[in-house]
């Protein structure tokens, strides 16, 4: 049992299990692929404070194969990151934060991208703009599954400058970009083997929903036969920003709470559990050492498996606050009736927000 | 944004993910455990040609915790592979060759000792002997999440070795180390957050399933409650040895063929088909490329995109006969029902082999 052991690159695996990530089916892949572009294109407005206005383009390509395009006003996205957010699995910047947003796995997009190319041979299509005076760069990409690393095709391997002018349009149209003209944005188009389907699961219900949770955004969406769907905000606001919050104790796995002792830089327990932990008051602190038998001044760095196993105990035991709810934004009653006017016919409108409770250590919120 | 985007590790994604490899509520984490050892160690004794004979030990050692021990009769793992194989995601030998094995990904049983390891915080346990004259190696590793790496955490960071003869058994002693004398073989022995249950998808429903599909495998199975419940194997005879196949054209994806045209030695396309496939013969070369209006003196490294996709389109319409069976090893019906009548008690017994199939180019078979 020695021959041939070797390292397999994460593309390679995802390639092979493309159903761990939404890719099922024809019709699933569809609806993840529009889905995974929408949570990124919603998530870069938020986080920059824009009103989100998405454009999503379902076309009929060939049997059996549509284009999906996707294109949001958010912020662009700098020029080298490109390559790497849309061809390489596992980059990103929302996995390692304590924030409540769409995406958080570094890798949707480049998943989709990758299934585009598997069953097309089509490269990911990109282009992205920072500013009404600043070029927009243009690339077209696939992902190189043996190595997990994006492979430029255009531009010689640099991708293409599109000047902010009258030239920009004639590139535009040279290159035969889709794009519709906005300050700033990014628009993702991929092409691969679909089913597309009305009714449950669909596109049009996703996107129909979308439209009830976020009441704050703007979709227009055009569909395989040419339907032109407009969902229109009727909130001019932003929802409130997340908040990016230290962990809840209760819950916090074992594994989690001996890694966090040893990478912690606070000299004693009592101050580790008071700084790395929201809720967690001195005498909370004290507590759970206490429950535990090891000393509130011990170093966390020396804490031995059998002391970190007690303190786990100690925590589940011990009488802590419920999490602060503010790092969870919930959309709230009046916005989601709101929405659902908007968007659904009927003579009768509910809706209900739960407070909010932790899995793991982190908090969520049923609405 | 382009703050803080950064590659994300595929064993931090999967800590958070686990849910994806069948870690999803300690019930089922205690049979993916189980399932992932027991695969290991069948495939090891198969490739290796001994019947096996594997050792299973489930107990309990405190609330929702269970120690899972599993030992096979197989060759033995190598001394500086034994890290890597139960610590490291992604890292095996079963991956890329196109050959049938229970275990494929490389991910299972490193998977359940990082699953161990978050929930309990106890490193996982290896000992592995490659010959009765040989000394053992005993490792306890724990997964480094943050860089998908093992740490070694006993001998100093080097493992122990264990030498064959009295001291050996000593030193078994002194350390805790649980293994049954056996001139060869590998034990694993994790700890876990779990649940033991009994009836449709416990860990008894597992070994007893197994034992009925592989009729030449013996198994001591231990139960939480202490009961030892044995199924001894009814053939003395392996199954025969499954063959490394090339892939049937049908179904191969238009991305696989892509990535085959550009990475093939063979100097022509219709030499490409013969030797890259099964099943080619010269003249179904000669019908796929007429079809496709492609030459078949063409250099495979300047086939164009658009001339793959239609020398894909051609692959599906031709007529090719079915893939060789052989590749597929079936248990066989009179195996079965063996399996069956030693486990199962009854009056009347039942078993089928279907034809094999294809799915994107790789067989497979159903009983």
Known sequence: MAAGQRDISVSEFFAKNRHLLGFDNPRKAL??????????????????????????????????????????????????????????????SKFHRLRMSR????????????HGVLTTGK???????????????????????KLNVPEILNGRGAGIEIPPNHLGQKAIEKHGIEWIEQDHGTRVTIELEAK????????DEYLEQTAIANPHVTIHYTDPDGNEIEYNR??????????????????????????MLQQTEQPTLSKFFIHSFSRVSSSVARRICTAAKVGTRSNPHRIKRQE????????????????????????????????????VPGEFYAAATRPPAVYRGNPFQIE
Chains 1, 2 share one sequence.
């Open 103 to 114: 995406g958080q796995q570094g890798i949707g997009i480049s998943a989709a991208g990758m």
């Open 31 to 92: 609806l993840t692929t529009v889905k995974e572009a929408m949570d990124n294109g919603l998530d870069a407005c938020e986080e920059a404070g824009i009103l989100p206005e998405i454009w999503v383009h379902i076309e009929r390509v060939g049997q059996d194969r549509y284009k999906v395009g996707v294109q949001d006003n958010g912020p662009g996205i700098l020029r080298k990151q490109i390559p790497l957010i849309f061809g390489k699995l596992l980059y990103g």
């Open 123 to 145: 490269p990911v299509k990109i282009i992205s703009k920072v500013s009404r005076r600043k070029p927009a760069h243009y690339y077209e990409i696939q992902i190189n599954t």
């Open 234 to 259: 009727v909130m001019d606001q932003l929802p409130p920003e997340p908040k990016e919050i230290k962990p809840h104790p209760y819950g916090v796995e074992l594994g989690r709470l001996v890694s």
């Open 196 to 203: 597309y389907q009305r009714g449950r699961g669909s596109v």
């Open 308 to 343: 970190a196993d007690l303190l786990h105990q100690a925590i589940q035991a011990a009488k802590i606050p419920a999490p602060a709810s503010d790092c969870v934004v919930p959309i709230g009653e009046e916005s989601i009736l709101k929405g659902l006017r908007q968007v």
